[in-house]
């Protein structure tokens, strides 16, 4: 009798664990979503003060030509001379992991030649894991469900490789290198990215490109394959929106992922060298985060 009493308790204490890991799930949850739709409406109406009071004069203004402004890097190098500064703050709501927090992910461009850029940066995340939605690159993260904290620099160039004729395409090369400062692993991944583009009539802009990554993960080196695509159309001289698809595949997992999304975005060149945008995101995967928001800048000197 009192084994089975003992088994009764026992029995109930399960089922109250057990509907309050629910409820917590459930909880978080509902912050997240709560955080997703508080994150678009800031982002939007900082976004719309800054077009509707953003002064209109006769000044030209030309694009900046900025690499984050989309997962698809723009086809153009800076201008000898000059130097173009590059940052932005990422979040990715993961599936099945705490959210990926990125921050500032500098990039600093210097112009060459005419064709020819030098480029350096440096970057902070909080959970790499999921970390597939910007230009940056970081370590796969931990599957255990605990945060892993990593900081990285980066270091390479970009090349002009043809310029646009007919059907010939802008197309430009891209060479870089990741090396973490801290973290859980310390290897460089090396990442080369081929980007090309067409302008279209009425002054719309269609990019694409393929970028390679040697990544390094808890179980040893492997393969990550991204592909992507954009569409960029000006609203006005100072005004662009874009959507866009990119995927990243990979090869020499245990476990294979391909995580896709599509993504709207948008950036106002607020002076002639100081660019703001914003992108969000959805994932149409299940390997994919379920949402991410990236908002950044562009200072050209």
């Keep these: 009798m ?30 997240r979503q709560s955080m997703r739709v508080w994150q678009l409406i800031v982002y939007f109406v900082v976004f719309w003060k800054v077009i509707f009071f953003a002064s209109i004069d006769a000044q030209e ?3 900046l030509g ?38 500032p992910e500098l990039l600093c461009r210097c112009g060459a030649t005419d064709r020819f850029e030098w480029r350096f940066g440096v970057s902070y995340v ?67 990215t081929v980007a090309v583009g067409w302008k279209l009539a009425n002054e719309w802009r269609l990019d694409t490109a393929i970028r390679y990554v040697y990544a390094e993960g808890s179980e040893g080196w492997f393969n990550k394959w991204s592909p992507s695509i954009v569409l960029r159309l000006p609203v006005t001289e100072r005004w662009e929106v874009h959507g866009e698809f ?20 948008t950036h106002f060149i ?19 985060a379920h949402f991410f928001s990236d908002a950044g800048f562009g200072y050209r000197f």
């Design 246 to 265: 990119f995927s990243t595949t990979t090869d020499g997992l245990p476990h294979e992922k391909t995580s896709s999304f599509l993504s709207p975005g």
């Design 126 to 192: 909080e959970n790499a894991g999921g970390y597939l939605v910007t230009n940056a690159e970081g370590s796969e993260g931990r599957g255990d469900g605990t945060v892993a904290y990593e900081s990285n620099v980066l270091f390479g160039f970009k090349a002009i490789t043809t310029e646009q004729s007919g059907w010939i395409p802008q197309s430009c090369v891209i060479v870089e290198g990741f090396t973490p400062t801290s973290g859980d692993l310390f290897g460089t991944a090396p990442v080369p």
């Design 270 to 288: 607020l002076a002639k060298n100081l660019e703001l945008g914003i992108r969000v995101g959805w994932g149409i995967t299940n390997d994919a």
């Design 2 to 31: 009192a084994k089975n009493q003992c088994f009764s308790i026992r029995n109930a204490d399960s089922e109250l664990v057990k509907r309050e890991i629910k409820t917590t799930l459930e909880k978080r949850t509902v912050h």
């Design 66 to 103: 900025t690499d984050r402004d989309a997962f698809t890097p723009s086809t153009f190098t800076i201008m000898p001379g000059q130097s173009l500064i590059e940052g932005s703050y990422v979040f990715i709501d993961n599936r099945t992991t705490p959210p990926t927090n990125s921050y």
């Design 61 to 63: 203004f030309s694009d």
